[in-house]
T-cell receptor
Framework: DAGVIQSPRHEVTEMGQEVTLRCKPI?????LFWYRQTMMRGLELLIYFNNNVPIDDSGMPEDRFSAKMPNASFSTLKIQPSEPRDSAVYFC????????????FGPGTRLTVL | KQEVTQIPAALSVPEGENLVLNCSFT??????LQWFRQDPGKGLTSLLL?????REQTSGRLNASLDKSSGRSTLYIAASQPGDSATYLCAVSNDYKLSFGAGTTVTVRA
């Protein structure tokens, strides 16, 4: 299996622009997570989907952030409008549902907002 | 809220020395604890997962212990190699949610 796939790997944009990050989970995994990693705050869970349904979005920082999972093989995280403080590495992870299962992480998207 | 602390924040050792990385957490009602490795500019790779009912897990040169009652885990890496240089993250699971420590950055000197 190719593992979790994220695109783009790097994104540089200007403040105010819309940014869309993409994730393809491992086939057969129907739990998907979006995380954000910064030096100041470490790794934080943004949103969790199970069977394509958002279960916990309490980590989404503000209304500028939105996430969708239209099918079992694709998810997007959108920031509109972007701000410099959104600069971070965004990771997608997937797992087989159930407690105690390893989460498999993608390589991440490094976002820089100028 | 679950708080996860990793000590030390950074560690530098000569090749061949054993590594000891510590992780502590505040809420002992966990489902499991995982140790991850992160290389610069890369994603996270799961190294070991210990279920809450287990005391330890081993994989090759890696051994992780869990003392749930005291809220502690330790990752041991035997006979360190330069290729072990990376950041090691501890994460505890409360149902689906992983809470991460800030990590320990390890440098193994050749």
């Amino acid at each position: 299996d190719a593992g979790v796939i994220q695109s783009p790997r790097h994104e540089v944009t200007e403040m105010g622009q819309e940014v869309t990050l993409r994730c393809k989970p491992i086939s057969g995994h129907n739990s998907l997570f979006w995380y954000r990693q910064t030096m100041m705050r470490g790794l934080e869970l943004l949103i969790y989907f199970n069977n394509n349904v958002p279960i916990d979005d309490s980590g989404m920082p503000e209304d500028r952030f939105s996430a969708k999972m239209p099918n079992a093989s694709f998810s997007t995280l959108k920031i509109q409008p972007s701000e410099p403080r959104d600069s971070a590495v965004y990771f997608c992870a997937s797992t087989i549902p159930g407690r105690g299962d390893t989460q498999y992480f993608g390589p991440g998207t490094r976002l820089t907002v100028l | 809220k679950q708080e996860v602390t990793q000590i030390p924040a950074a560690l530098s050792v000569p090749e061949g020395e054993n590594l000891v990385l510590n992780c502590s957490f505040t809420d002992s009602a966990i489902y499991n604890l995982q140790w991850f490795r992160q290389d610069p500019g890369k994603g996270l790779t799961s190294l070991l997962l210990i279920q809450s009912s287990q005391r330890e897990q081993t994989s090759g040169r890696l051994n992780a212990s869990l003392d749930k009652s005291s809220g502690r885990s330790t990752l041991y890496i035997a006979a360190s190699q330069p290729g072990d240089s990376a950041t090691y993250l501890c994460a505890v699971s409360n149902d689906y949610k992983l809470s991460f420590g800030a990590g320990t950055t390890v440098t193994v000197r050749a």
